[in-house]
């Protein structure tokens, strides 16, 4: 093997990674016309077990959004469960997950929203890491009312530290919702120090941030032109 051939085979799997990070977002873009919007994202390491995680929605112009919802499962849990978003300061939509139990290990979720053409949109899904925390007092609120759109089995809300009260929905649209585009955006371990980024679409080029907990994600839409 010469000294060119050698040089390549200890380069090319550095290489490799970045390639790949440069040319699937491009190769993505050209299968979606709809205008992209750039992602920074600060990532939550973890969540304490028993504490609820409030998620915020905040649009630069809210105009044409319809409804959001926020939809959350464990990860041992086969169905998402959903909360509507609530509007607030004109801007604004808020949502709590309800708090994990111990040993849940994770919990799934994803933003949904719907625009006044009755466009549908979701993101792909986050998951927020759970810790343990067994010297915690449970929390004292009581049954929490949360929607589905499939039959969930009651096995599964025991992962969540507080009853839920789990209602179908007569307006199903997790089925039929465009999922953004590009990988999702992966939350690594604690300690590991490392940031996420990524694209998303955006209806109509809306711009909005997200905050869940100690997680903080902004949205800038552009003409992709």
């Known amino acids: 093997m010469n000294l060119h051939s050698r040089l390549f085979s200890l380069l090319f799997p550095i290489f490799l990674p ?16 709809a205008p992209q919007a750039s992602l920074d994202h600060n990532p939550v390491y973890s969540v304490t077990a028993g504490k609820s995680v409030p998620v915020s929605v905040t649009f630069a112009d809210p105009r044409e959004i319809a409804e959001m919802r926020l939809y ?27 708090p994990a ?3 849940t290990k994770g919990v799934d979720y994803l933003l949904l929203r719907k625009n006044t053409r009755g466009e549908v949109r979701k993101t792909k899904p986050f998951r927020l890491l759970i810790q343990n925390d067994f010297s915690a007092s449970p929390p004292s609120q009581g049954e929490i009312p949360v929607q589905t759109e499939h039959r969930v089995s009651q096995a599964e809300n025991l992962d ?7 209602v179908m929905t007569t307006e199903p649209l997790l089925a039929e919702a465009v999922e953004d585009p590009y990988p999702p955006i992966t939350v690594p371990g604690p300690g590991s120090g490392r940031s996420s980024g990524g694209m998303l679409g955006g209806p109509g080029g809306v711009s909005f941030s997200i905050k869940a907990g100690g997680i903080g994600f902004t949205y800038r839409s552009f003409s992709g032109q």
């Not at 959350?72 to 808020?94: C, N, Q, R, W």
């Open 160 to 166: 969540f530290a507080v009853p839920l009260r789990v």
């Open 18 to 33: 970045v390639l790949f990070y440069q040319v699937l977002p491009a190769e993505a873009a050209q299968g979606d016309p």
């Open 101 to 103: 139990g111990n040993w």
């Open 72 to 98: 959350f499962k464990t990860m041992a849990a086969d169905e998402y469960l959903f909360l509507p978003m609530t509007i607030s300061g004109k801007v604004t939509y808020t949502a709590s997950i309800p």
